[in-house]
């Protein structure tokens, strides 16, 4: 399993970008997929997780997020995205995918895996 992140770019505040997260291995249908991001000087912060569709598909955001982000899959084509709009000049950060098992309830803390490059989103004001 091999992630690779896409859709990232330059937008102005209020606009929206869907990043993808494709997998080159053709198994994430079997993983939960989590959507990170890390902006400059912090720490990497969770934002969302989806569970696999064949366990209940639930899908998990961190609050500043909710209403805004909406993360979806696409089993068929090997793709998780998320979909991010409204955005502001703090949502300015490098966006990342990895798996793991399940989201679980402790999504935000858990050990996730085969993490990608991770695309670059910049909002200016």
């Known amino acids: 399993l091999q992630l690779a992140e896409s859709g990232g770019g330059l937008v102005q505040s209020g606009g929206s970008l869907n990043l993808s997260c494709v997998d080159s291995?053709?198994?994430?249908?079997?993983?939960?997929v989590g959507w990170f991001r890390q902006a400059p000087g912090k720490e990497r912060e969770a934002v969302s997780c989806?569970?696999?569709?064949?366990?209940?598909?639930?899908?998990y955001y961190t609050e500043s997020v909710k209403g805004r982000f909406t993360i979806s899959r696409d089993n068929a084509n090997n793709t998780a995205f998320l979909q991010i709009n409204s955005l502001k000049p703090e949502n300015t950060a490098v966006y990342s995918c990895?798996?793991?098992?399940?989201?679980?309830?402790?999504?935000?803390?858990?050990?996730?895996?085969?993490w990608g490059q991770g695309t670059q989103v910049t909002v200016s004001s």
């Open positions: 990895a798996t793991a098992p399940d989201c679980g309830g402790n999504w935000k803390s858990r050990e996730y895996h085969n």
């Open positions: 291995g053709h198994t994430l249908r079997y993983y939960a």
């Open positions: 989806i569970n696999n569709s064949d366990y209940d598909g639930q899908t």
